[in-house]
């Protein structure tokens, strides 16, 4: 069971995201009705914790096998969702992590029959393209050494 629930005005989550990158490049995910694209990953589940989680997500995924290097941001992030038009609150782990053999082209994943277009964009290009959380955009470049704390009103 995931850990996300919804009280009268707001839907909460715990979720962990993969920040995997190669070559100046972000992995980054779209679904198939969404304007936008985010980081990969998932929702935490009741008694998993957050590495474990990550590890899961990289798998169901990719089909791929992944490595935590670090943990990098937890972010509290406060959004609206526009497919959806759920406002959120969500708790986030960022992890940066090593998928050894994936993919270097774009690739298409069908979960729970929706289908998530995953692509890689050039650091240069993340400036142009709606992506969240929006302070990847200037962080990728630069990646704390130790777990940073952020807010993220998106």
């Not at 989680?53 to 089909?63: D, P, Q, T, Y």
């Not at 994943?109 to 964009?121: D, Y």
Request: glycine share 4%; charged share 35%; proline share 4%.
């Amino acid at each position: 069971m995931d850990i996300s629930f919804k009280t009268e005005s707001v839907r909460f989550n715990l979720r962990v995201a993969a920040v995997n990158h190669q070559q100046e490049r972000l992995l980054v995910i779209r679904e198939e009705n969404a304007p936008y694209a985010y980081l990969p990953g998932g929702r935490v589940h009741m008694g998993e914790d957050a590495e474990a989680a990550i590890l899961r997500e990289i798998k169901e995924e990719m089909g791929e096998q992944a490595k935590i290097v670090r943990p990098l941001w937890l972010s509290q992030n406060f959004f609206r969702e526009e497919v959806s038009e759920e406002d959120f609150h969500e708790l986030c782990l960022y992890f940066l992590v090593d998928v050894p053999n994936i993919r270097k082209s774009d690739f298409t994943v069908v979960e729970k029959g929706r289908e998530n277009h995953f692509f890689w964009l050039d650091f240069d290009q993340l400036q142009e393209e709606r992506v969240y959380p929006q302070f990847i955009k200037k962080e990728i470049k630069q990646l704390p050494r130790e777990l940073t704390l952020r807010i993220a009103r998106d």
